[in-house]
């Protein structure tokens, strides 16, 4: 594709990796060539690079599709995933999932950001539901301030929660910041 | 959307509001120095061809890029001072400082050459800076500008041996100039006050006449003000050969990237003949209601934008 029709969030394919575009900066002084700065996000492990097209440059577009798939077991290192409508089976590093494995609970549906055959990204749910494994007793450092504690949950991942909450409580958690949003259910 | 569009619009106000100040005070400004407003045509047969600037075909012409060769024929017959506000169409260029249908004010004035032309430019934006209530401190993204009179000149070779570690001049390089331009010229540029950049490399004239003394520059300058590149001066070209030889050249050059076969523009170069001695100016209007407006996108400035019309 021509440089000129990269906009914010085109995917890219640059040097065979692909890449999210972050931000796309049209420049273009006096009578002379346009000039395209791009900030870029690798799609493989997030880290990010800075690149300066001009017009007339051809860039690679990266052919991407969504896929609705549920997450369904871990097996070694690799999470395993099925496409909800071909029920096709991808396997994600757990490297590449980052903080998101955290969240991740057997039959949840996430969004996977595939590029041909290999998913490059996982969109979570804003919000989950885990429930609490273990927790601790709430230290009684303040009074005035609502009480927390560390929990641990499902997943394994820990987290900070209020005094009442107890083992066995089901909370909402929300996937961008990893904080407790509410209790959904207690244990009876 | 419609709520989307009506709090864009009810947002837009206090800008647009003195986007219509600016217009007037600018009338008022050339008018008393005796210049003539007028009107040129939109949609034109053929246009000044330039390598980087794509117009807009309609039907077997173009919308109008410029206002600049209509213009040179009324100089060509005795309008000695004369200006215009009028829509140019450039193809392909959106971003936070353009869009492809945007304002142009130009003006040309007999008898003057880019220096004359470029204290036009600080007059008139000291006087709108005044006029608006703002004093000779403009502030702009965070940032005070101090427009008081005369901006620093700075040439091209100077801003680039500075900037970049190599003189344009002695070796035109025009894919380079460009790169460095944006990437290390202009972000050099203190901004806390204007820069007029002077100077160019002759292979960048357009339709700039290059120095008497020195034919490796042409005497053209641009004007930026907080980051924003604000306008374009020429010393105009008169001799009808030269002119036309870059036209051609810039004709095969289009014809060879783009596949787009641009007329040359024959009644125009007919016309050079008669061009008295003069100087011109194209100022982006948008920008310059960014300045005073204190916004940083083209988008806080204009009513419908190509994503919004």
Redo the contacts between chains.
């Keep these: 594709m021509d440089i000129?029709d990269v906009h914010k969030n085109t995917k890219l394919l640059v040097d065979g990796i692909p890449y999210n575009v972050e931000e796309a900066?049209?420049?273009?002084?006096?009578?002379?060539?346009?000039?395209y700065?791009l900030k870029l996000r690798n799609l493989l492990d997030s880290s990010t690079a800075d690149r300066?097209y001009?017009?007339?440059e051809k860039v690679e577009e990266a052919h991407t599709t969504n896929n609705e798939e549920q997450y369904l077991y871990k097996e070694g290192e690799h999470y395993v995933f099925m496409n909800t409508k071909t029920f096709e089976q991808h396997f994600i590093a757990e490297a590449q999932l980052g903080n998101k494995k955290d969240f991740l609970k057997e039959g949840m549906v996430v969004v996977i950001l595939m590029m041909g055959d290999k998913p490059i990204d996982i969109t979570l749910p804003t919000f989950v539901e885990l429930r609490i494994v273990e927790s601790g007793v709430a230290t009684k450092t303040g009074t005035i301030t609502p009480q927390t504690k560390s929990a641990i949950l499902e997943t394994g991942y820990t987290i900070a929660v209020p005094a009442f909450a107890k083992e066995g409580d089901i909370i909402k958690v929300d996937t961008r910041t990893g904080t407790y949003v509410e209790r959904i259910g207690a244990k009876k | 959307m419609i709520e989307d569009e009506r709090r864009r619009l009810i947002r837009l106000k206090p800008n647009l509001r003195r986007r219509a100040l600016i217009y007037e005070f600018t009338r008022a400004f050339f008018r008393e120095q005796g210049f003539l407003e007028v009107e040129t045509p939109i949609r034109v047969p053929t246009i000044a061809p330039e390598l980087h600037i794509t117009p807009f075909e309609s039907e077997a012409w173009f919308l109008s890029t410029s206002p600049e060769l209509h213009m040179k024929r009324m100089l060509a017959a005795g309008y000695d001072r004369l200006f215009q506000i009028s829509h140019c169409f450039r193809r392909g260029e959106r971003g936070r400082w353009h869009n492809p249908e945007f304002t142009m004010l130009e003006w040309y004035c007999a008898g003057a050459d880019y220096r004359q032309v470029i204290q036009d430019i600080e007059q008139l934006v000291v006087t709108l800076a005044s006029k608006l209530g703002l004093n000779t401190v403009v502030k702009y993204r965070g940032q005070d500008i101090d427009i008081s009179l005369p901006w620093p000149r700075v040439t091209v070779r100077d801003a680039f041996l500075y900037a970049a570690g190599w003189d344009p001049i002695a070796e035109p390089d025009s894919l380079r100039f460009d790169t460095d331009l944006v990437t290390k010229v202009l972000p050099s540029f203190i901004l806390s006050r204007p820069t007029v950049l002077i100077d160019y490399p002759a292979a960048m004239a357009s339709l700039a006449r290059l120095k008497p003394d020195e034919a490796r520059v042409a005497e053209r300058a641009e004007v930026f003000i907080g980051g924003l590149e604000l306008a374009n001066v020429y010393s105009e070209l008169r001799d009808a050969g030269e002119q036309e030889g870059r036209f051609h050249e810039a004709i095969e050059q289009i014809h060879k990237e783009r596949g787009q076969q641009i007329a040359m523009p024959r009644q125009f170069l007919e016309a050079i003949a008669y061009l008295p001695e003069c100087g011109g100016a194209a100022l982006g209007i948008d920008r310059l209601v960014m300045l005073l407006c204190n916004v940083d996108s083209i988008d806080e400035v204009i009513t419908f934008t190509a994503d919004t019309a």
């Design positions: 000129s900066e049209f420049m273009k002084p006096g009578k002379g060539r346009a000039i700065r300066t001009h017009s007339g």
